[in-house]
């Protein structure tokens, strides 16, 4: 290959995460609420019936369609069908950083104002409950930080023989920080906790 026609594909190259045509992609939105003249989060207690994470807390979102143009349609388009609202309900769309899980999906976060929010009709299929937090409490409360570490095992029959070390080769454990919110009897906790405590830190 000549070097001219590398330098095209690199020049037209745009860089994204590596690897990502394999990765799931999901979309959810961090739902803004006024109530009592006060900004409130709201949040969704996942359907004991649904086969991934039954009874966890969340936010509304789901896996991008075919038929979805853009990740923020998704996020809308599952909050509609989790909240039973109309997208007209759903204004001040705006993105946050997206996040690329170790479990191959990359999420994109948004937040977006419900108006009418007294209208909500969760969609029992997969949801069991709505709850709104106050913003302050969240400005006046940050989270708790625990640490889950995971060790590295490579497979039977790993080719020791080919790195420096063998057998003996140093791998660096893994540290992940998990973040808690504790509010009344709620846990907030995992990938909600994350993405919430980034818009904590962007609205700041």
């Avoid at 509010?183 to 907030?188: H, L, N, R, T």
Wanted: aromatic content about 12%; some cysteine; proline content about 8%.
């Amino acid at each position: 290959m000549e070097l001219d026609k590398i330098n095209s594909k690199l020049k037209n190259h745009s860089p994204f995460v590596l690897g990502h045509q394999e990765f799931s992609k999901f979309a959810v939105l961090l739902p803004l609420v006024l109530k009592d003249n006060e900004i409130h989060i709201l949040f969704e207690v996942r359907s004991h019936k649904m086969r991934r994470q039954p009874g966890e807390i969340c936010f509304p979102g789901g896996r991008m369609d075919k038929e979805d143009k853009t990740e923020q349609d998704t996020a809308v388009r599952e909050t509609t069908e989790e909240l039973g609202i109309i997208r007209d309900q759903i204004k001040d769309v705006f993105p946050l950083d997206y996040l690329v899980s170790p479990y191959g999906m990359i999420v994109y976060p948004y937040t977006g104002l419900i108006t009418e929010s007294e209208s909500i009709k969760p969609n029992p299929s997969e949801v069991d409950e709505v709850f709104q937090v106050p913003l302050s409490f969240f400005i006046e409360n940050p989270p708790k930080i625990h640490h889950i570490y995971s060790k590295i095992e490579p497979e039977e029959g790993f080719p020791y023989e080919l790195i420096p070390g063998g057998e003996n080769y140093n791998w660096r454990p893994g540290k992940i920080d998990e973040l808690f919110y504790i509010y009344e009897d709620k846990a907030i906790w995992g990938l909600t906790a994350k993405i919430l405590t980034h818009f904590m830190e962007v609205i700041r």
